[in-house]
């Protein structure tokens, strides 16, 4: 069995979603658990969000448990596609809690126009640092080289490679030797799959009726994009995103309308604030607001764009076992949770695809 360990809950979500793509039977957990009847088990840090040491100590804690699960027998350590995280620490602190010897570190998605040359990293042709990703409020991008990013990778037995293109991932895989831990984004994920269980094929799901007439949108992203699904959005008043007036008077009135109507979607739309404070309370605001939501009426469908939000209000709730239903398009993955509701999460940056168009 593979485990997979993941910064954030969207990523895990997507690496398990692909996982379901390939035909393979895979969980989804926010803490290591066995899991003798999958083939993948991906597990949810939100490391991401944490401090370097906290984020150290918790991807030493995952692999250590890991280790001692007999049906093991590799990891693969999911990171962001956009450089964020503590990558170097993280990798430094699961090298050290497990048998690996060094650590291959591949973010580039060349199938979402992501790609590494020369060092550099670019999205759409685009360094990154002259993207949107400029503006993420816990992580902007001041470069695009990953050097700058990530100092001192190769004194800690962490290499990073160059990939243009799917093959070049895929090649990068298959040369990689077994005692070399494999840590990169959706692409490097897919190459290893295909490795590990040769036999597995790509299958497509079917979307299973959303009800959007009974949903939940939550779009805690600097990266999110206006939603065109026949639902108004309610944005965070730029007084309470500066923390100049309570949330508690825009909470109330939410609730009121959530009440009448049982279909909202809640967005940010300013991010003139950037820092770890902000992006802790964007996150912990709208999980709040989430809970009091959700409390006055349970959605039949809950969707969260965000993996720092998507762990704050899952947490919140109390959710922490998924059954992947569908992939409803790359890095977009529904899920039910136990208690019959089915949760959408995906990244801030990717795409919806056809999620509201039914």
Known sequence: MIAVIADDITGAAEMAGIAHRL???VKL???PESASDCDVLVIATDTRSMTEEEAAAGSARVAGA?????EVDSLF????????GHVVAELEAILANTGYRKALYLPANPSKGRTIRDGVYYIGGKPLHETDF?????????SSRLIERLPMCEEKKITCADAESENDVAKAVETAADDILLAGAADMFTAFLRRKFPACRETSDCLCAFNLADSLIICGSTQSKPID???????????VYDEKTSADGWTARLV??????????IAVRDRHRTGKHIAVYLRETMARISDALVSCHRPAELVIEGGATAFAILNRLGWNSFTITEETAL???RMQADNGTHVTMKPGSYPWGNLFRQ
């Open 29 to 31: 957990t926010m803490q």
């Open 23 to 25: 035909g393979l039977r």
């Open 229 to 239: 699904c026949g639902i108004a959005t309610s944005y965070m008043p730029t007084e």
């Open 331 to 333: 890095g977009v993955i």
């Open 256 to 265: 009121k309308d959530y009440n009448d109507s049982h279909a909202m979607i």
């Open 77 to 84: 350590k999911k990171t962001d596609s956009a450089l964020r």
């Open 134 to 142: 400029s503006f993420d409020p816990e992580s902007p991008a001041f």
């Open 66 to 70: 890991l280790g001692a699960m007999p």
